[in-house]
């Protein structure tokens, strides 16, 4: 169940809030490179969290010559918030369970990683603890920008977060969030894990024959559901998109595409979107994707768009950097501290269609400007947020602590 390593000595327990596999290639990339980059320091040993169900078996598999192991965890059920006793017997007894799942991965293991506030850290600090252990949790953004300030000034919160050895965070907005929102004296050290950059390149735009002169803007947030366009139904933004998009069909000069992907995109949501466009036929919708297309999909387009109202640091945005797509991103998170704002990329205000509207106007219309943004965001990418870089830091930040 480890990595193959080149350095022995320090085994650390990865326990992740996703891994992606072959049958879903696209959950949380981001986790897989950073086990990749770790192993290079320690022996890596990796489990992935998975909502519990009646039909569902734990299972080991390979990816990319990782060998991870599937962890079991009920999912949680916000309606129990309001049930008072039920909630508090259905949390300990969630807890109860993924600790004794723990305790068999951790017997001979130096130090533990969870990736994400919740249950499984909850779990793994408690196991820490009895096992005399350090104990890391990396912040990856919706867990603490979604953090209830009421549970978080809870004494059980508290005393977690202080036996916690160390946090890792993935921005310094998030860091300050955290410490603002639980203890400013927690230990929180900023370390992006950033993309890899061989496999995130600039690559030769494939020619297409309808549209040939067409911009092609490309959206990888997904969530487009039945109530996409709802105001502030949609963390991603789409609906933001979709009216930006409107308004973008009657006044460019230009003809433009757009393309749409990501996870959590139904057909009644897709179908809602085509129907207030003029130009329908200037979308497409290509889902939840695999590595490999995704890659594919950076290559096509001219500009990418994150519309977002709430992030950590997006890995979409340093993925289409690397890759030499120019960026428009809404000020929100980690990502002021990526893009520079008309040096590699554009930042727009959050919930403003409108700056998004002329943000998009302005770089299909000027060819030079978007080239320009592109490289700048490329090097930028290639000189900061390499994910090569990753596990080396934390591999440091572990042996310091041991």
């Known amino acids: ?120 850290a909850f779990a793994a600090q408690q196991v820490a603890t009895e096992l005399g252990i350090p104990h890391f949790v990396q912040l990856i953004g919706s867990d603490v920008t979604f953090l209830d ?85 949609n963390v991603k933004g789409a609906d933001m998109l979709l009216n930006a998009w409107i308004s973008l069909e009657q006044k460019s000069p230009v003809p433009l595409k757009l393309i749409i992907g990501g996870p959590h995109i139904n057909k009644r949501g897709i179908n809602k979107f085509l129907e207030q466009l003029k130009f329908p036929e200037r979308v497409s919708c290509v889902g939840s994707l695999p590595a490999l297309a995704v890659h594919e999909m950076y290559a096509r387009a001219d500009l990418y768009v994150l519309p977002s109202r709430r992030e950590g640091l997006p890995n979409v945005v340093l993925e289409a950097m690397a890759s030499g797509v120019a960026v428009i991103a809404t000020n929100v998170g980690g990502v002021s501290e990526v893009l520079r704002n008309g040096v590699d990329g554009i930042v727009v205000a959050a919930e403003s269609s409108t700056e998004i509207t002329t943000a998009i106007s302005l770089l299909s219309l000027n060819r030079e400007m978007r080239e320009t943004i592109a490289a700048s965001a490329r090097a930028r990418v290639v000189e900061r947020f390499n994910s090569n870089r990753y596990g080396s830091r934390l591999a440091k930040i572990y042996r310091q602590c041991l």
């Open 1 to 120: 169940m480890s990595t193959q390593s080149k350095k022995s000595g320090l085994t650390v327990l990865f326990i992740a809030n996703g891994y992606p596999s072959f049958s879903r290639p696209w959950k949380c990339p981001f986790n897989h490179r950073a086990v990749l980059s770790l192993a290079d320091f320690c022996d890596v040993r990796v489990l992935a969290v998975r909502a519990w169900l009646p039909w569902r078996k734990a299972i080991v598999y390979a990816y990319e010559n990782v060998h991870v192991q599937e962890l079991l965890v009920f999912p949680s059920i916000s309606t129990l918030r309001t049930l008072g006793l039920v909630s508090r017997i259905y949390s300990k007894l969630s807890l109860k369970i993924v600790v004794a799942q723990l305790y068999r991965f951790a017997q001979d293991v130096n130090l533990i990683h969870s990736v994400a506030i919740g249950t499984p």
């Open 149 to 233: 300030p009421a549970i978080a000034r809870q004494n059980g919160f508290r005393n977690w977060a202080k036996a916690v050895t160390g946090f890792i965070s993935n921005s310094n907005s998030l860091r300050r969030q955290f410490k603002s929102v639980v203890d400013n004296e927690l230990p929180v050290k900023t370390i992006y894990r950033g993309v890899d950059i061989a496999a995130f390149k600039p690559r030769k735009k494939p020619k297409c024959p309808s549209l040939r002169d067409a911009i092609t803007v490309l959206y990888l947030g997904g969530y487009i559901k039945n109530n996409f366009d709802q105001p502030g139904g």
